[in-house]
């Protein structure tokens, strides 16, 4: 029943920011269009902009399933774009009523588990620590994210596809490269 009711709250937040910008929209509203009490939103969120970034996580996670091994991490990639261009007018309310920095907290979230994924499938055999992998993982997600987050500052109107390409273009073995530089790297001067 809790997922249940979280997803009407999420269908009616979509509905809703299709004719009013988030920062008009009341409890009140989407309490009524999906038929729940005011109770019951504040059970499962503390306000809408806690709902909005529930639901930006959660439509990364559905477009990330099993898409974080570095032979599928550009269709992960590429399914992150389609999540956040088939909810254009959701993504782009939030990122102007909200702000970027919301947005941005969201997509970090979303590229790091698709990069540490990537960078731990290929440190399986290696003695490499955790913070040299995170670190790593960071660097790239900073890349991801920054593009991406141009893109919609530009209103997606670019094709995310081409974006991607050129993104596996540039990435080509880099990761690998990365790894392999820091196992390289003496203990003492990391």
């Given at each position: ?132 992998k995170a670190f790593i993982a960071e660097f790239y997600k900073y890349g991801f994210v920054g593009i991406m987050l141009d893109w919609i500052d530009r209103g997606m109107k670019e094709d995310y596809g081409e974006i991607v390409r050129k993104m596996g273009l540039t990435l080509y073995g880099n990761i ?15």
């Open positions: 029943m809790s997922n249940t009711t979280k997803l009407a709250l999420e269908a009616s937040l979509k509905k809703l920011l299709q004719h009013k910008s988030i920062d008009k929209i009341t409890i009140g509203d989407l309490t009524a269009d999906c038929g729940i009490s005011r109770m019951s939103f504040y059970y499962h969120f503390k306000d809408i902009y806690d709902l909005a970034e529930w639901v930006c996580l959660e439509d990364g996670k559905r477009a990330l399933q099993g898409k974080k091994t570095y032979d599928t991490w550009q269709e992960g990639m590429l399914q992150i774009f389609e999540a956040v261009s088939e909810n254009k007018p959701f993504i782009l309310n939030v990122y102007r009523g909200i702000g970027r920095e919301k947005i941005e907290n969201y997509l970090y979230k979303l590229t790091f588990h698709l990069i540490a994924g990537v960078v731990e499938e290929k440190c399986v055999e290696s003695g490499l620590m955790q913070e040299d690998c490269n990365s790894i392999a530089n820091f196992e390289q790297m003496p203990k003492e001067l990391r």
